[in-house]
C-alpha cells in the first residue's frame, strides 16, 4: 500500500534556527513527490517538485532532497512568515494524477 | 498564472438545502480534482476528472455529485449533506503528462452543514 510519513507532527524554532523535516514514503513506482505550503483556512501552495533520486531544489530559505525511500525539507534560517504547515504528497505509478499525501508538520518561528 | 479560484469562500447550508461549488482554472490543465479536508488533517482525494471524463471516484457518497461543464471548470453539486460532511473542500488542476504533474489548489470552500 502507497504510503506518507511525515515527522515530526509539529515542530517550533527561533528564528534564525536551521532545521528539516522528513518525508518518508513507500510507493509502487513513484512519478513525483511533492511539497506544498499550507497556511490556515486556505489551500496548499506549491512549493517543489522532485522525481528522482539525488535531485535537490531551492526556493528562498528552502531546500528539498530526494532519495530513494525518503525526501527532506531544509528550512536556513528561518523567519516567523514561514510559519505554516509543510505537507509532503507523492504521485505513484499510473497515470490518475491522485496524490496521497502526508499528516503534514507544522512549523512554527518565534521571533 | 497558476490561480486556481473557487467560490463560494464560505458556505453554510441545511441538511436539506441543495447547492453547489464551483472551481475554474484558465492554465489549460487537462486534469481537474476535488478534495476534502477536515482540521488537522491532510486532503484527501474525493474525484478526479481527465479530459472532462469522470476518472476516479474514491467511494463518494452520492449526496457529493462532480460535474465538468468543460475543460476549464468543475463543479460539486451538494444534496441531502449530515453535519460529518462539514469541511474544507479544495479544488485542484494539473497538466496531463507521462512524469509527474503538480497539482495547484485553489483557497478552498468552507462547507458548514447545519
Known amino acids: 500500500e502507497d504510503q506518507v510519513t511525515q515527522s515530526p507532527e509539529a515542530l517550533r524554532l527561533q528564528e534564525g534556527e536551521s532545521s528539516s523535516l522528513n518525508c518518508s514514503y513507500t510507493?509502487?513506482?513513484?512519478?513525483?513527490l511533492f511539497w506544498y505550503r499550507q497556511d490556515p483556512g486556505k489551500g496548499p501552495e506549491f512549493l517543489f517538485t522532485l522525481y528522482s533520486a539525488g535531485e535537490e531544489k531551492e526556493k528562498e530559505r528552502l531546500k528539498a532532497t530526494l532519495t530513494k525511500k525518503e525526501s527532506f525539507l531544509h528550512i536556513t534560517a528561518p523567519k516567523p512568515e514561514d510559519s505554516a504547515t509543510y505537507l509532503c504528497a507523492v504521485q505513484a505509478a499510473g497515470n490518475t494524477g491522485k496524490l496521497i499525501f502526508g499528516q503534514g508538520t507544522t512549523l512554527q518561528v518565534k521571533p | 498564472d497558476t490561480e486556481v479560484t473557487q467560490t463560494p469562500k464560505h458556505l453554510v447550508m441545511g441538511m436539506t438545502n441543495k447547492k453547489s461549488l464551483k472551481c475554474e482554472q484558465h492554465?489549460?490543465?487537462?486534469?481537474m480534482y476535488w478534495y476534502k479536508q477536515k482540521a488537522k488533517k491532510p486532503p484527501e482525494l474525493m474525484f478526479v476528472y481527465s479530459y472532462e471524463k469522470l476518472s476516479i471516484n474514491e467511494s463518494v457518497p452520492s449526496r457529493f455529485s462532480p460535474e465538468c461543464p468543460n475543460s476549464s471548470l468543475l463543479n460539486l453539486h451538494l444534496h441531502a449533506l449530515q453535519p460529518e460532511d462539514s469541511a474544507l473542500y479544495l479544488c485542484?488542476?494539473?497538466?496531463?503528462?507521462?512524469?509527474?504533474?503538480?497539482?495547484?489548489f485553489g483557497q478552498g470552500t468552507r462547507l458548514t452543514v447545519v
Open positions: 492554465m489549460g490543465h487537462r486534469a
Open positions: 510507493v509502487s513506482g513513484l512519478r513525483g
Open positions: 485542484a488542476s494539473s497538466p496531463m503528462g507521462q512524469g509527474g504533474t503538480e497539482a495547484f
